[in-house]
């Protein structure tokens, strides 16, 4: 089995951009918070935002998919949530008036659960949806992405979840990408990624977090 990934600045965000700014939490996948993570949030920080990522996984990541469901099935749910809501309490301390939460895969189920207790002006995940049994209203539009060939339990299908928004009156806004698997823009996971996609699913990420957080 690969030896696990250190990272880091471990069981700390790392942070881009200014403080004070609108601030955008990006919450990684289950693989961790690996190096194409920092490129991303670079990416959207320049748009004018305070962008923090934080570590999940106290220090650790890989790039090998039964390495990342074990690191997954270690993370404490109320503990990731915690830590969510430090980040942004801290930002907003500094002046961040705004807040837009972005997630990938675990974390994208994370951020749209967060975003259910109302902090969250925008919510942006990628192959990533909320079951019925953990679905409430989120009061903050929403950007989903979806890899055209995924996996979803019972009634986590994108139509399904995406149904269950609307019915709630959340604005949703979602794109499919064509000859993509889940994990797809995760550059750092060679055998998943697809850079095309990820490249315009990343404009498409900041495009929305700017008309939503930016005046």
């Known amino acids: ?24 939490v990006i919450i990684h996948d289950w693989y961790g918070r690996l190096p194409a993570l920092a490129a991303f949030a670079q990416s959207i920080a320049s748009e004018g935002l305070r962008v923090a990522v934080p570590d999940l ?9 039964d390495d990342a469901e074990l690191l997954m099935a270690g993370l404490d749910v109320g503990i990731s949530l915690a830590e969510i809501d430090d980040v942004i309490a801290d930002a907003r301390a500094q002046g961040s008036a705004k807040v837009g939460v972005v997630g990938f895969s675990i974390g994208g189920w994370l951020a749209l659960l967060h975003a259910q207790g109302g902090s969250a002006d925008a919510v942006v995940a990628y192959y990533a949806s909320l079951g019925p049994n953990d679905h409430g209203v989120i009061p903050a539009p929403v950007l989903l992405h979806f890899a055209e060939v995924d996996e979803w339990g ?9 149904e269950r928004l609307r019915e709630h009156g959340t604005p949703v ?8 698997v889940h994990s ?11 850079r095309r996609a990820a490249e315009l699913a990343r404009a498409r990420t900041q495009s929305f977090l700017a008309t939503h957080l930016l005046d």
Do not use: Q, R, W
């Open 173 to 180: 806004t979602e794109h499919t990408y064509l000859d993509t």
């Open 154 to 162: 019972p009634g986590e299908e994108p139509d399904v979840f995406i």
């Open 57 to 65: 996984y106290n220090g650790v990541a890989t790039t090998d998919a």
């Open 1 to 24: 089995m690969p030896e696990l990934i250190h990272i880091s600045s471990p069981g700390a965000p790392i942070f881009f951009g200014e403080p004070g700014n609108p601030l955008v």
């Open 184 to 194: 797809f823009a995760n550059g750092s996971v060679e055998d998943k990624s697809n």
